[in-house]
């Protein structure tokens, strides 16, 4: 499958070339400098990293809280934590047939709180199965988020600041791979492992937080660096 995948890259990029060139040919490049003194940037930057720091965290430390926190025996939270990243993966598939029947906003904060509803389930655990089939609903809603977000980004900045902002949106999500996850590990191991599924719940309260105050600021503060969004 990835030999035709490329295959078929190979044979089309002429295709992707052209279109691309003739879609930047006129639009000015803005240097970085510029880029760096718009909070709307550093804004997306931000959501970026909790956004990958809440799926990576998901990943790294939900066999630890199952496991040790909650008895569940090993081989079951393995299958778990396995289908969190097939639920994702599933995700990323179904959203290419709906991406153009719903628009990014509308989709985005529904796959928001479709997470944070999957945490809170986690957090509280009605029940160990109703916890565990949380997970797979986190990662299924997770998945949509970061191509949305990234494929976002010309409908929330100038199209001169554009390639800047990508940069910095992928610098803020390595930091999110790194950072955050092992945040959540200082807090579960300090306070006990269950402070884990906390410090989900409270991650995706930042990212519903800050992708309206992302939506809101690209509105209200039309201006240099910046494009008004229609409201969904």
Not at 94 to 103: C, K, M, Q, W
Request: proline content about 5%.
């Amino acid at each position: 499958m990835q030999f035709v995948l490329m295959l078929c890259f190979f044979f089309t990029q002429r295709l992707w070339s052209s279109s691309q060139q003739a879609a930047h040919k006129d639009v000015p490049h803005a240097p970085l400098a510029a880029t760096l003194r718009l909070p709307h940037v550093w804004l997306a930057a931000v959501t970026f990293m909790i956004y990958v720091g809440l799926e990576v965290s998901a990943s790294q430390w939900s066999f630890t809280l199952f496991t040790q926190s909650r008895g569940v025996p090993l081989e079951i939270a393995g299958y778990w934590v396995s289908g969190y990243w097939g639920s994702l993966t599933l995700g990323r598939i179904v959203i290419g047939f709906v991406a153009n029947r719903i628009s990014t906003a509308r989709l985005l904060l529904t796959a928001m709180i479709g997470a944070l509803i999957s945490t809170l389930l986690i957090w509280l655990n009605p029940a160990t199965w109703l916890a565990l089939g949380a997970l797979g609903m986190l990662g299924f809603c997770l998945a949509t988020i970061f191509p949305s977000l990234m494929s976002d980004t010309p409908h929330r900045i100038s199209a001169a600041h554009v390639p800047n902002a990508v940069g910095m949106q992928m610098a803020f999500s390595n930091l999110g791979v790194s950072v955050v996850p092992a945040l959540v590990g200082i807090v579960g191991t300090s306070f006990g492992l269950e402070w884990i599924s906390f410090s989900l719940v409270v991650l995706a309260l930042l990212l519903i937080g800050l992708y309206i105050s992302l939506r809101h600021g690209a509105r209200s503060q039309p201006g240099e660096g910046m494009r008004p969004v229609a409201c969904y």
